[in-house]
């Protein structure tokens, strides 16, 4: 009885998955286009192992109707979920009806914001681009500065040439009115000399995303010689790609420059500070979890607070607590 209902669970979200907390985008569902597992490209890191339908034909690999009678269902109750995305193992926009499940969310459900993770290796096609114009983000990778790298790392399909696919990505990301991240991950060895990171300042200075999020081997991909970056040599790329866009590392090794942290003034802090613990006394953990900062700016501002005699700071068995005087 228990199977029966969980396969009709299953069927009932078969192209679904989630929804699931995600740092990177909060309380994502996944949505996936692409039988296991489809893509243009046979990445050395994918974390769904090798790719066994290499190709660039878009096709409806899974029928669309199916995906959108699915997300119907699950979005008229009106879940709480920040991002519906296009993810799965597979390259998402390979599906030929991508489009029309995009204008289905845009024109039914319009509160809820669409994230694409593709390999923007179809985004020198107009139809494509067409297709994913409303999606609210869209998150790129690009993991080669040259075409060895590309081949090395990559391993596209024949039909995927590494300029063209260069030209697509940079034209996309001048032209979209989407938000971009570009994801690039570093494999050490390969893609990391200073001459790569030259190529890749120059490739990110022409695109200008609104953000690079540096990654790196976090969990076993589709080879075992691969190794994941140092934060010695992710801050290499955060340096030298950092005046040109802003950078974020979600590998193992974690960093956000400071454009990216929220935007506060030192007061702005203090006064959110000062809010917070109005509600409840916090730690510097529950601040860190609010304000999205580090814990050293954080403690930095509780330390001139408590010395200035505005709020106060008490130990106890869990830790530091800071609340208002009196
Ligand atoms: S593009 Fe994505 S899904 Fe395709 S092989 Fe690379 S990591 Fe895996």
Redesign the pocket.
């Known amino acids: 009885m228990k199977q029966q209902f969980e396969s009709i669970l299953n069927m009932k979200k078969k192209y679904l998955f989630g929804p699931v907390a995600s740092r990177r985008l909060g309380i994502s569902l996944g949505i996936d286009l692409v039988p296991f597992k489809t ?1 243009s ?3 050395v ?2 974390e ?1 192992g090798a ?1 066994t339908m290499l190709d660039t034909e878009r096709r409806e690999f899974v029928p669309v109707d199916a995906v959108i009678s699915q997300l119907d269902e699950f979005l008229k109750a009106s879940p709480r979920v920040d991002y519906l995305t296009f993810s799965g ?3 998402p926009t390979l599906n030929s009806g991508i489009g029309k499940v995009v204008d289905f969310v845009k024109d039914k459900y319009p509160d809820y914001k669409l994230c694409l993770l593709t ?1 923007a290796t179809l985004f020198n096609d107009p139809q494509v681009l067409q297709e994913i114009k409303r999606v609210d983000l869209c998150i790129p ?1 690009l993991d080669a500065s040259n075409a060895e790298e590309f081949a090395r790392i ?1 391993r596209p399909a024949q039909q995927v040439d590494f300029n063209k696919f260069i030209d697509g990505l940079t034209g996309y990301c001048h032209h979209t009115d989407s938000e971009v991240w570009l994801e690039l991950f570093i494999v050490p060895g390969i893609n990391d000399s200073d001459a790569s990171i030259r190529r890749f300042v120059d490739i990110i200075k022409s695109a200008a995303p609104d953000k690079v999020q540096l990654n790196t081997l976090d969990r076993p991909g589709a080879v075992d010689w691969i190794k994941p970056s140092t934060a010695e040599n992710t801050m290499r790329f955060v340096r030298a790609l950092e005046p040109f866009a802003p950078v974020e590392a979600v590998g193992p090794f974690k960093y956000k420059c400071l454009a990216l942290r929220r935007k506060i003034t030192l007061g702005e802090l203090d006064h959110q500070i000062i809010e917070l613990i109005g509600r409840r006394p916090s730690t510097v953990e529950d601040m860190v979890e609010a304000f999205g900062l580090k814990a050293d700016t954080i403690k930095e501002r509780l330390d001139a607070l408590v010395a200035a005699g505005k709020i106060n700071s008490e130990r106890s068995r869990r830790g530091d607590f800071y609340s208002l005087p009196g």
């Open positions: 893509c490209l046979n990445c890191y994918c769904s790719t193992a597979g390259e390999n990778s990559n």
